[in-house]
């Protein structure tokens, strides 16, 4: 399984990852256009970059390659909800991550 994450912050990506208790592939901040191969799950932290996390939302649900995979915003507040349903992110988790929203996210019980 490969996850990929965009963050500028080495705390946001070991708290993803610190939960994730199976086999998988991390891909860090990976430029859309060298994204030449599929993945299964997205995160992207509302604070990253010079856009932000909801703009890099947008462009990858415009992708063909990208479109239909889950994305989840790792957002900064509980109201960061609207925007992340706005810009289409298919999930939605506050930061610090906690190991029972990932596990929904990942369709895990």
């Not at 509302?46 to 790792?74: D, H």
């Not at 906690?98 to 996210?105: A, E, Y």
Request: charge should be neutral.
């Amino acid at each position: 399984m490969k996850i990929l994450i965009y963050s500028d912050n080495p705390w946001v990506i070991e708290s993803i990852e610190k939960y994730i208790n199976f086999d998988y592939e991390l891909l860090e901040n990976v430029e859309l256009t060298e994204l030449n191969y599929r993945v299964d799950y997205i995160f992207v932290d509302m604070q990253v970059k010079n856009n932000g996390g909801p703009s890099i939302i947008r462009e990858l649900k415009r992708e063909k390659i990208t479109k239909n995979i889950p994305i989840a915003l790792v957002a900064d507040r509980e109201a960061d909800e609207f925007q992340a349903k706005r810009v289409g992110a298919d999930f939605f988790v506050v930061k610090p991550v906690s190991k029972t929203k990932l596990n929904k996210f990942f369709n895990l019980n």
